[in-house]
């Protein structure tokens, strides 16, 4: 397969405007591809690579690249043609596994893989599914966006259901107790939004100091909790007002951060 042109940098005008109001088609057709059988899907359109659906994907372009196997050849030919980004306001998601060190040392390095690919299939159904896109994980971490140009103007909102979904979704709250333990952090805020890297390394990904909260909140809380920041549950109208209130002290940070304290 010939390689995609040359990546071109686009102005900040024309990220800021694909990043905040999208294309109303493309919305629709990623709400379509996410209820379509089955993952592993495509990280920003939602397309399966697998399952009854995959070969009309396929004829439609939207099979699974082979130079990034986490996206479809559609959107990896996207961002490795237009690089560039821009500052806007964004929701992020932040979810790690509790105790993870423990559990490699008690099982094979194979059994290890096995329970972080379930964690990695679980998370990334929840946040397609809450109109997120996953940024990328890092060993036992998920990082996702939530954007405006595919959650709207709800994607604080949004970013906090996925969270309390994953939760529910890896066992917080069942008798038996989760098959993974999980904390998260959710955070609003301005980032710079954008695609960076070079042929199979090409990604759309978030960077700025609200990005560096949003992990400091995940690392804060403990196994079955999501620490939400004020900016966050303020913009998804989140007003219940028996939530536990905590003040953080967190790193770099001089003044205390003011989160609320949800389960499932």
């Not at 030919?77 to 560039?84: D, E, M, N």
């Not at 890092?138 to 979904?165: K, N, S, T, W, Y």
């Not at 959710?186 to 954008?194: D, L, Q, R, T």
């Amino acid at each position: 397969m010939a390689d995609p042109p040359a990546p071109h940098q686009e102005t900040e005008e024309f990220w800021r405007d694909f990043l905040t109001k999208g294309d109303p088609k493309e919305r629709r057709q990623r709400r379509l591809y996410s209820h379509i059988p089955s993952g592993p899907r495509c990280r920003l359109c939602a397309a399966p690579f697998s399952g009854i659906g995959a070969p009309v994907m396929r004829l439609m372009g939207k099979r699974r690249s082979d130079k990034n196997p986490t996206m479809c050849m559609t959107c990896f030919t996207f961002l490795s043609t237009h690089h560039g980004g821009a500052e806007i306001d964004v929701t992020l998601l932040f979810a790690d596994i509790r105790g993870s060190t423990a559990i490699a040392e008690g099982m094979s390095a194979a059994a290890f893989r096995q329970v972080l690919d379930r964690f990695y299939d679980t998370a990334a159904e929840v946040v397609i599914a809450n109109e997120g896109s996953i940024d990328k994980f890092v060993g036992d971490e998920l990082v996702a966006l939530f954007m405006p140009m595919l959650a709207g103007e709800q994607h604080a909102a949004r970013a906090i259901d996925a969270a309390r979904a994953l939760l529910q979704a890896t066992g917080h709250g069942d008798p038996g107790g989760p098959w993974i333990s999980l904390g998260a952090g959710v955070h609003s805020g301005i980032a710079w939004i954008g695609a960076v890297g070079e042929g199979s390394h090409s990604q759309i990904t978030a960077v700025g100091d609200n990005v560096n909260i949003t992990a400091r909140l995940a690392s804060a809380a403990a196994a079955g909790e999501i620490l939400v920041t004020v900016a966050a549950a303020e913009a998804a109208q989140l007003t219940d007002t028996g939530l536990e209130h905590r003040q953080l002290e967190l790193k770099g940070k001089s003044q205390p951060t003011e989160v609320l304290v949800l389960g499932v």
